[in-house]
């Protein structure tokens, strides 16, 4: 049994995870909202990916999601805390819904949770997504994993820093990345030294936080936020972009209500599935 909103039982059987009583978790609109970018859907409506260096496949069943490819240890010891799985998000959502426009973008995404990533990988997907589309990003990551990842089951292992810092500008030509391989290469360098510490960053308060990571040569606040919310736990972080700044003015006169700010990063994650689909 584990605590939170959403699941109610776990099952280990047959080399196989069920997650019971399903409440809020979407597969498609969690894995596919431009947050991760290391998942794919088959034929079949089966995601496969790999985070934190191990593979996954996912798909529903009967109500319930099933998880195959990853035992009881990896589950308990990274991907419950990769689906966000223990928290409330129902009561969460709930409370930001006294706001209309909040309430109608918890109805239209109902399912999405944040995935917590890891840090360095969030920090190297979200530099690579500046400018960018949803499918080059996933076609320059997928070429970088295959480049200087390692070898596993289902594809790639992400680069270590140490790896990538190692590399030149001329060596990422491969990936078609454009001037943000200036960026990947300074940002391993400055990690894999120490110079920028992700985990003591996660220490910090969301100001110096994102100070500190602005400091990679291509980190605007952007970026900074998103690797904050996505690789580091920061659940307040509020990325804008251009469709969050629109839905800003159109929806909330250009400040995040109250009710929203203590969970910012989630209610930005509806909100800018909600103005995606019905503008």
């Known amino acids: 049994m584990i605590s939170g909103d959403m699941v109610n039982d776990i099952v280990y059987k047959n080399d196989k995870i069920y997650i019971e009583n399903v409440s809020c978790f979407d597969l498609a609109k969690t894995l596919d909202c431009g947050q991760a970018f290391r998942w794919e859907e088959d034929e079949n409506g089966r995601w496969h990916g790999i985070a934190g260096g191990k593979y996954a496949t996912l798909y529903n069943e009967n109500g319930k999601i099933v998880i195959e490819n990853v035992d009881k240890r990896d589950f308990e010891d990274f991907f419950l805390n990769y689906f966000d799985l223990e928290r409330d998000y129902d009561k969460i959502l709930s409370d930001m819904s006294v706001n209309e426009k909040i309430n109608a973008a918890r109805k239209a995404g109902h399912g999405i949770r944040i995935l917590n990533q890891e840090p360095f990988e969030a920090l190297i997907s979200f530099i690579i997504s500046q400018n960018n589309n949803i499918p080059r990003i996933k076609g320059i990551i997928k070429r970088l994993c295959e480049n200087f990842g390692e070898k596993t089951e289902g594809g790639y292992t992400f680069p270590s820093p140490s790896t990538l810092a190692s590399l030149e500008i001329e ?92 969970y910012a990063g989630i209610a930005q994650q509806y909100i800018f599935y909600y103005i995606r689909t019905t503008a």
């Open 171 to 262: 060596d990422l030509a491969a990936l078609r990345s454009g001037f943000r391989a200036k960026y990947i290469i300074d940002a391993a360098r400055k990690v894999s030294s120490g110079e920028i510490n992700l985990e003591h960053i996660k220490t910090l308060n969301i100001d110096k936080a994102r100070d500190a990571l602005m400091t990679i040569k291509g980190v605007g606040p952007k970026v900074a936020d998103c690797a904050m919310l996505y690789g580091m736990g920061f659940i307040n972080a509020f990325p804008k972009d251009v469709w969050i700044k629109r839905a800003l003015l159109e929806y909330f006169d250009g400040t995040l209500p109250d009710c929203a700010k203590e």
